[in-house]
């Protein structure tokens, strides 16, 4: 499928959230988020090395589970709802450094 090519190349580029892939894929976060995981598990199999920078809320420091890519809504331990968003991107098999 050639949009899930351009979420590939977009995702190599570097870091994004689901809401900016969506903003600049034209598409709902929801649509998004489901492609993004159906692309993260394809891109594992195929060699990429998937790095995601959990969401975390930013007035206790709480870290969300590396599963939710969406923006929670609250933080479970002091409900405030000022949380970054988890960062998504692929690393190609070939930019990985040599084992020592």
């Known amino acids: 499928m050639v949009f899930r090519r351009d979420l590939l190349q977009v995702l190599l580029d570097g870091p994004r959230s689901?809401?900016?892939l969506a903003r600049e894929l034209g598409l709902s976060r929801r649509d998004t988020d489901q492609?993004?995981?159906?692309?993260?598990?394809s891109a594992q199999a195929a060699g990429h090395h998937v790095v995601i920078v959990t969401a975390c809320c930013r007035n206790c420091g709480f870290t969300f589970d590396d599963q939710k890519l969406r923006k929670p809504g609250k933080c479970p331990a002091c409900r405030h709802t000022r949380i970054y968003?988890?960062?998504i991107r692929?690393?190609?098999a070939a930019d990985e450094?040599?084992?020592r």
């Open 85 to 87: 968003e988890a960062q």
């Open 97 to 99: 450094p040599a084992p």
């Open 90 to 92: 692929l690393e190609s």
């Open 18 to 20: 689901v809401s900016s």
């Open 35 to 41: 492609e993004l995981q159906h692309l993260l598990r």
